[in-house]
């Protein structure tokens, strides 16, 4: 069993700063790929960033300059700094890992964290 679990999400005014963190526990060989992904009501949900094992990161064009991914492999957990945020940043943000058990390779996704942006 395997399971991600997102925090740091909540209220910030535009122009503020959030962190997010998402941890990865269960029967885990190896994390490869993670990444955060957000949705806004009535939106498709779209990618954030993605980080490599090896530190390879990849973003989305929106936040590119204001939003930074990192992890920790030793604790299994993935961050996202958000800085310089604006109302269309509202969204739950979602975490996800590409987790290696003894038996199998699968995406695995949290449950997602709300996180709301006052103008």
């Known amino acids: 069993q395997v399971q991600l679990v997102e925090s740091g999400g909540g209220l910030v005014q535009a122009g503020g700063s959030l962190r997010l963190s998402c941890a990865a526990s269960g029967s885990i060989s190896k994390i490869n790929d993670m990444g955060w992904y957000r949705q806004a009501p009535g939106k498709q949900r779209e990618l954030v960033a993605t980080?490599?094992?090896?530190?390879?990161?990849n973003y989305a064009d929106s936040v590119k300059g204001r939003f930074a991914i990192s992890r920790d492999n030793a604790k299994n957990t993935v961050f996202l700094q958000m800085n310089s945020m604006k109302p269309e940043d509202t969204a739950v943000y979602y975490c996800s890992a590409d987790v290696l058990t003894p038996k199998i390779l699968y995406t695995h996704w949290g449950q997602g964290t709300q996180v709301t942006v006052s103008s």
């Open positions: 980080i490599s094992s090896g530190g390879s990161t």
